[in-house]
């Protein structure tokens, strides 16, 4: 299986920038899916941001023109680089992956692993 832990996040006010990063750790190969989730409490947790082993991206449209996500298979890390935060980003950031060739648009059901998630908050 694989671990995932996450770590970058933290407390910035509007307009400013994080970079979150997930590191892989066990058998990786499998992860043809990495993405990135965020969940408030007592809403449903969201996909921002997946990434497929070759690259191929897709963006929540909240995200878009805002967010990058990036993947170092060499490494076994994965990036997101979030700028121009605001208020509504707000949210525990979860790295997940699944071991599908693909990302199958994002579904939370499909990921089978999870980090323990890392706190984003943003402040006017």
């Known amino acids: 299986q694989v671990r995932l832990m996450e770590s970058g996040g933290g407390s910035v006010q509007a307009g400013g920038s994080l970079t979150l990063t997930c590191e892989a750790s066990?058998?990786?190969?499998?992860?043809?899916?990495m993405a990135w989730f965020r969940q408030v409490e007592g809403m449903k947790r969201e996909m921002v941001a997946e990434?497929?082993?070759?690259?191929?991206?897709t963006y929540a449209d909240s995200a878009k023109g805002r967010f990058t996500a990036t993947r170092d298979n060499t490494k076994n890390t994965l990036h997101l680089q979030m700028n121009n935060l605001k208020p509504e980003d707000t949210a525990m950031y979860y790295c997940?992956?699944?071991?599908?060739?693909?990302?199958?648009?994002?579904?939370?059901?499909?990921?089978?692993?999870w980090g323990q998630g890392t706190q984003v908050t943003v402040s006017l």
């Open positions: 997940a992956a699944h071991d599908g060739d693909y990302c199958y648009g994002g579904n939370p059901v499909l990921f089978g692993d």
């Open positions: 066990g058998y990786t190969a499998t992860s043809g899916c």
């Open positions: 990434i497929e082993f070759r690259g191929t991206t």
